[in-house]
Structure formats: structure tokens, C-alpha cells
């Protein structure tokens, strides 16, 4: 019997080593992502329950799109896990000309392989208002946006808005890492629902 368990109990284990292992554990990973791009979006007002008056405010999105492919493909054509790292240089409210460097990890699972599938980021109505002093979003109040795509801690890819490439990664007396205000995952504004089968799902605080 403590045979049998045992033998139960380390098939269980190795299942789910599989399960969860990073995809490039799997293989040789490659990543191709575009450059990330802007959109001005309304808090979207939902029907059901009681309604309340409220005027819709303006979020700053920033979305890119990604293929992962991984060789040899596994048979769940799924990549369980990567992370997306986002760096947002934006206006300094308080020194002109210089700017505030935001930072943003967000870890995605379940990715499909060999599919377009988009990521993004969000600044909200709060945030862009306490950094332009309006409650509406230019584009003019970001300076740079870049991200890095990360898979079992090895950079795959990388890109930019504009400027120089990684620019996050070097020295400027003009850019200085902030607080301020914080980037949000999709899974945390009001879009969370919205679009589902077109983002890369967000790692909740609840999957493994």
C-alpha cells in the first residue's frame, strides 16, 4: 500500500511539474511583438441594478500585439506563463522638461501559441488628471512607452514607441524612476470583462 501511494504521489507531482513548467522549459522560445500604440478610452457604463448618474472619464490605454511560438510546439499549444514588464516616461508635473519614469509587471498565463494575442496597459482618469491637471488624455503627456516580454527570466523581446532602443535602460538626468502614480493591468480597470479573447489572460492573485 505505501508503494502504491508513493508511486501515486510522485506521478501526481511530476504532472503538475509539467503542467506549470515556463513555457521555454518546453523548448526554444521566440516572440514576435510590435510596437506599442495609443488609445482614449470612456469608463464604460454597465447595465443592471441600480443605475447612478456619473459622467464618463478618459483612460490612456497602451496595447501591443504578440505571437509566441515555441519549437518543438508542446501538445497543449500553450504557453503557461510570461511576463510583460512596461516602462511609461511621462511628464513631470513639478520640473518641467524632465520626466517621470513609470514601471508595471504584469504576468500573463495561458498563453496560445502561434496566435495573435494583445497585452496592455493603463493609466486612469485619476492618475492622467493629477499628471496634466486635466481630466482628459493627449498624447502629448508621454514621452516614451516600451515594454519587454519575459519568459522564464530571459528577455525575448523587446520594443518602443520611439526614441532609442531600451531607452529605460539608460542614465538621463531628464528621466528619474517615480511612484507617482501607478500603471494598471487590464484585470484592474473597468475593461477587465471587456474584449476577453483578444488580451493574453492576466494572472489573478488566485492562479497557482
Same mark, same amino acid.
Given at each position: ?9 510522485? /506521478?501526481?507531482? =511530476? ?29 464604460? +457604463? ?7 448618474? /456619473? ?7 497602451? +496595447? ?16 503557461? *506563463?510570461? =511576463? $510583460? ?5 511621462? #511628464? ?14 504584469? +504576468? ?10 494583445? $497585452? ?9 488628471? *493629477? ?23 530571459? $528577455?525575448?523581446?523587446? +520594443? ?18 517615480? #511612484? =507617482? ?24 492573485? =488566485?492562479?497557482?
Amino acid at each position: 500500500m505505501t508503494s502504491e501511494i508513493s508511486k501515486s504521489t510522485l /506521478f501526481a507531482l =511530476t504532472a503538475a511539474a509539467v503542467l506549470w513548467s515556463p513555457c521555454a522549459a518546453l523548448g526554444a522560445a521566440k516572440v514576435e511583438a510590435d510596437k506599442p500604440k495609443f488609445d482614449y478610452l470612456m469608463s464604460p +457604463e454597465f447595465s443592471g441594478g441600480k443605475s447612478k448618474p /456619473f459622467k464618463p472619464k478618459g483612460w490612456l490605454e497602451v +496595447e501591443t500585439k504578440l505571437k509566441v511560438a515555441v519549437r518543438p510546439e508542446p501538445k497543449s499549444k500553450t504557453c503557461d *506563463r510570461l =511576463t $510583460v514588464k512596461w516602462y511609461v516616461a511621462v #511628464e513631470n508635473p513639478d520640473k518641467p522638461t524632465t520626466y517621470l519614469k513609470l514601471t508595471k509587471e504584469v +504576468e500573463h498565463v495561458n498563453i496560445p501559441l502561434d496566435e495573435d494575442v494583445y $497585452v496592455s496597459i493603463y493609466l486612469s482618469p485619476a492618475s492622467i488628471r *493629477r499628471l496634466t491637471g486635466f481630466d482628459r488624455a493627449t498624447k502629448n503627456a508621454v514621452k516614451y512607452v516600451g515594454f519587454e516580454v519575459i519568459i522564464d527570466g530571459k $528577455v525575448e523581446a523587446s +520594443e518602443t514607441d520611439k526614441g532609442e532602443p531600451k531607452w529605460w535602460t539608460k542614465p538621463s538626468d531628464k528621466i528619474s524612476d517615480s #511612484e =507617482t502614480v501607478p500603471l494598471l493591468s487590464k484585470a484592474e480597470t473597468p475593461f477587465a470583462q471587456m474584449w476577453w479573447d483578444r488580451y493574453a489572460e492576466v494572472k489573478s492573485k =488566485t492562479t497557482p
